[in-house]
Nanobody
Framework: QVQLVESGGGLVQAGGSLRLSCIAS????????MAWYRQAPGKQRELVAR???????NYADSVKGRFTISRDNAKNTVYLQMNSLKPEDTAVYYC??????????????WGQGTQVTVSS
């Protein structure tokens, strides 16, 4: 069983910053891609940023230059540094990971989500 646990969400004023963390635990041999998604009320879940095991990143156009994704492979952890936050960044943020298990299966998991609310 693999678990992803997010933390770091909260309420912040526009222009402020937050740092999200997501720790993966369980029967993981190697984590490949890790990513952050978000879902605002009444909208579909969308990709915010993703990072490969080698450190290559890509971002949604709406967050480029403001958000930075990073990872610590030794700790099976991915981070999302969010700066210059805007009210439209308000959403539940979900961690996602693709990984290889000790039994040799390629699988994926989602975290439970963490709420980010940006007030104007």
């Amino acid at each position: 069983q693999v678990q992803l646990v997010e933390s770091g969400g909260g309420l912040v004023q526009a222009g402020g910053s937050l740092r999200l963390s997501c720790i993966a635990s369980g029967s993981i041999l190697r984590i490949n891609r890790m990513a952050w998604y978000r879902q605002a009320p009444g909208k579909q879940r969308e990709l915010v940023a993703r990072i490969t095991s080698g450190g290559s990143t890509n971002y949604a156009d709406s967050v480029k230059g403001r958000f930075t994704i990073s990872r610590d492979n030794a700790k099976n952890t991915v981070y999302l540094q969010m700066n210059s936050l805007k009210p439209e960044d308000t959403a539940v943020y979900y961690c996602n990971a693709d990984y290889l298990t000790y039994s040799g299966r390629n699988e994926g998991s989602w975290g439970q989500g963490t709420q980010v609310t940006v007030s104007s």
